[in-house]
């Protein structure tokens, strides 16, 4: 092994033991170094690792930069072992990354998705979806960190959720609201009392008893919102986007009840599991109301004196 092939494998534990998984660079970095090898550097150019990236000469500009991404994030921990390390600029490669705005679940359109949920044939299956697109709507929870929940993980008493399972393999705790903590109640003891030998320790189980997954999720509710005549050939909303409304309604309330996003922001990324506060941010370009609000009260700030 070189010496920076043993540098790539501490890099990635490192960073691991933090919680990223990164999988793209643990199978990028080994070719990026057998690259350098086969080069006869002994350590990153910023020469090298733009040609690495331009690999293969066909991808587009995207691609290139995610390459390169990967390479510059190396070089800057390697820079501070070997001083002699070039970390590649930015901006090398004419990429964009577009990320499209979500569906915002209205309240109606949730009460109808709860009722289109209690529909469903099997009782225990109605009952079921029916708790967890409710959840989902009122918590802001991931859909896998709710369809990982474990019976134990839901403190039916303190109304407190423990997501073991959350993005980038962190816990955390999500404090419940009374009446929502009476709904899992009441959904728990039909669960028993339908599914008494389940074949899981899941809290939400299908039919079966067994633990529901995202693409049996996913097409429950396309077939509840296809009946509600919300999905058509443009408009597909998603059970994820029950947690982007989660948020914008968040940031809609504090706005009309004067509360100060930029104080408060912190708590809510915490509360749906975010990383940094700039990804919760980004929700509030979601919502041309949200953005009327914003603008309104900037307008009453900085408009009196004029």
């Known amino acids: 092994m070189s010496a920076l092939s043993g540098h790539v494998e501490d890099y990635l534990r490192l960073r691991r033991a933090l919680g990223y998984k990164l999988e793209r660079a643990g199978h990028l970095l080994p070719k990026l170094v057998a690259y350098l090898e086969a080069a006869g550097s002994p350590t990153i150019t910023s020469e090298l690792a733009i040609s690495w990236a331009r690999l293969p000469a066909h991808a587009r500009p995207n691609h290139w930069a995610a390459r390169l991404a990967v390479a510059r994030s190396f070089a800057r921990y390697m820079q ?74 839901v403190e039916l008493q303190t109304g407190v959720v423990t997501i073991r399972e959350a993005k980038f393999e962190r816990t955390r705790l999500v404090p419940l609201h009374d009446t929502t903590t009476a709904v899992l109640r009441a959904y728990a003891a039909e669960r028993d009392r339908l599914c008494p030998k389940p074949r899981s320790v899941a809290f939400f189980v299908s039919s079966t008893g067994t633990r529901l997954n995202r693409s049996g999720i996913a097409k429950t509710l396309r077939t509840i919102t296809t009946a509600m005549g919300l999905r058509n050939d443009t ?6 986007q029950l947690r982007h409304s989660f948020a914008v309604r968040t940031l ?55």
């Open 80 to 153: 501070t072992i070997e001083p002699a390390t070039e970390v590649p600029p930015m901006g090398v490669f004419p990429a964009r990354r577009h990320r499209p705005a979500p569906y915002l679940w209205s309240q109606q359109d949730i009460d109808r998705l709860l009722d289109g949920a209690r529909t469903l044939p099997l009782p225990l299956r109605a009952a079921t979806y029916e708790a967890l697109f409710g959840l989902l709507a009122v918590s802001g929870m991931r859909v896998g960190e709710a369809a990982g929940l474990d019976r134990d993980d």
């Open 252 to 306: 809609i309330d504090w706005q009309r009840s004067g509360v100060s996003v930029d104080e408060h922001i912190a708590t809510l990324s915490t509360y749906l599991g975010h990383i940094a506060p700039a990804d919760t941010y980004w929700y509030l370009s979601a919502s041309p109301e949200l953005m009327g609000l914003a603008a309104e009260r900037l307008d009453t700030r900085f408009g009196e004196g004029q």
């Open 235 to 240: 408009l597909r909303p998603t059970a994820h």
